[in-house]
């Protein structure tokens, strides 16, 4: 005991403040990650900004589903597509707000349920993007040239935009974790072109300095808040009434709609299909130097999918 009391006056009170809640922080989460899955509620969200305000963002949603549900509820961001598809094939989540390519892919590949419509992402449109100066004016001016996409999962980032570059030999793709890492390539010159989601253009802080290639006529179905498998069957129905009964103004904070029906996916398993016939999802995408974009079953024909490019 005298050892610990003599070593403590050399830290600064500020030290000794963080680490007494470092230590109390990872007790929590040793006690809270020891109880079994089924008696507790994980909720998934991709958040591409700092963790804390994703924590904060959610905090009163957590706190009402775990005083109604009588269980452990945690938040748990994912701060891209890749991960959160990690969390959801290995069934980590038990409720996840999902965008529309991570909703294909979990209601198709995983199990999930979608549950409820999430507002706030309604006519999604996938845009491909270049510098105003740009001297490139169509699709097929890209070939030859860089362009960089987002992460397997991303609907605007990722599979769009590969339906439509299908046929082409781009001189380079590569993957960017986040709309800002692409856009800033763009800007920089790194890259011809970049894809995202409307919505993303036009709350960027550069979206002044560039210019909308080519913009996909479809409009994607909104994201959705799906359930789990993992979860129980008798509390499955528990947590869908409590969602359907949670006060509006918690609703509107973290974004879904209680009263809606989930969106129509068909579009999106459809695309999703189609642009795997290029090349499957991979954790951790690689640069493709050169990259020639045409399925397998029609590689030797180079000639792209139909629907694709016009």
């Known amino acids: 005991m005298q050892e610990v009391l003599t070593t403590i006056p050399m830290l600064s009170r500020k030290e000794f403040i963080q680490a007494l809640f470092l230590t109390s922080f990872l007790s929590a989460c040793a006690e809270n990650s020891s109880a079994p899955r089924g008696e507790r509620l994980t909720i998934g969200v991709v958040s591409y900004t700092n963790g804390n305000q994703t924590l904060k ?27 959160a598809l990690e969390r959801i094939r290995s069934r980590a989540w038990s409720l996840v707000f999902a965008d529309p390519g991570l909703a294909a892919i979990a209601i198709q590949e995983a199990q999930y349920q979608p ?6 992402l309604a006519n999604l449109r996938s845009m491909i993007v270049v510098r105003k100066d740009s001297p ?13 996409l987002g992460l397997p999962g991303s ?15 781009l001189a380079e793709l590569s993957f ?14 790194r890259a011809a072109a970049a894809a995202l989601s409307q919505q993303e253009l036009e709350s960027s802080e550069v979206g002044s300095d560039l210019r909308i290639l080519f913009a996909d006529s479809h409009f994607i179905p909104p994201g959705v808040l799906l359930l789990g498998p993992d979860v129980e069957r008798n509390r499955e129905q528990q947590i869908r009434q409590i969602l359907k009964e949670i006060p509006e103004t918690i609703t509107r904070t ?13 579009y999106m398993f459809a695309v999703v299909k ?17 990259a020639r974009l045409y399925s397998q079953e029609n590689k030797q024909t180079k000639s792209p999918l139909p629907g694709a490019m016009a």
Do not use: M
């Open 57 to 83: 963002q959610y905090a009163s949603f957590q706190k009402y589903l775990a005083e109604q549900a009588q269980t452990f509820v945690e938040v748990d961001p994912a701060f891209n597509e890749n991960r």
């Open 115 to 120: 549950l409820f419509s999430l507002e706030g």
């Open 136 to 148: 490139l004016k169509s699709l097929r001016d890209l070939t030859g040239k860089s362009v960089v």
């Open 155 to 169: 609907a605007t980032g990722y599979y769009i935009p590969l339906f439509n570059l299908y046929g082409l030999t």
């Open 176 to 189: 960017a974790a986040t709309p800002k890492i692409g856009l800033e390539q763009v800007i920089s010159g």
């Open 254 to 266: 973290v974004g879904y709609l209680p009263n809606s029906l989930p969106p129509d996916y068909s």
């Open 274 to 290: 189609r642009v795997r016939l290029i090349f499957p999802d991979v954790p951790d995408p690689i640069r493709l130097k050169p």
